[in-house]
């Protein structure tokens, strides 16, 4: 953020680093443009067989969580490749940690999907 940015300015710094950091994850991150199609996928399937606004909440937000944990796990790599661009013990697990919670969010997207949709 610019210092001394506030209100409405401040709101629209954010926005527009927000919105490079997107365009980063989808330029570096192939991972990040799977998971981008699959949302233009389940989004809508998700909007179209909830059956209530909790049903579909589940079903979308449980998805959206999967691309949300797929920006910090890059975000992840990126800072562990700049601080130690040798192999180290340490930034291994780290990285396999940062993957392992993108696992974790799309086993539970799936497992919201299995139960909603039972």
Known sequence: MKPGATGFKR?????????KGVAAAWR?????????????????????LGENG??????????LL?????LLNSALEAIVDKASPERHELA?????MGSAAVLLAILLAALVWALVLS
């Open 11 to 19: 709101l629209v710094d954010a926005f527009g680093y927000s919105a």
């Open 28 to 48: 570096h991150e192939a991972a990040f443009r799977q998971e981008m199609a699959a949302s233009a996928l389940l989004l809508p399937l998700a909007l179209w």
């Open 54 to 63: 909790v049903e579909r909440a589940l079903l979308a937000g449980s998805w």
């Open 66 to 70: 999967v691309p949300v944990v797929e």
């Open 92 to 96: 291994g697990r780290a990285k396999d």
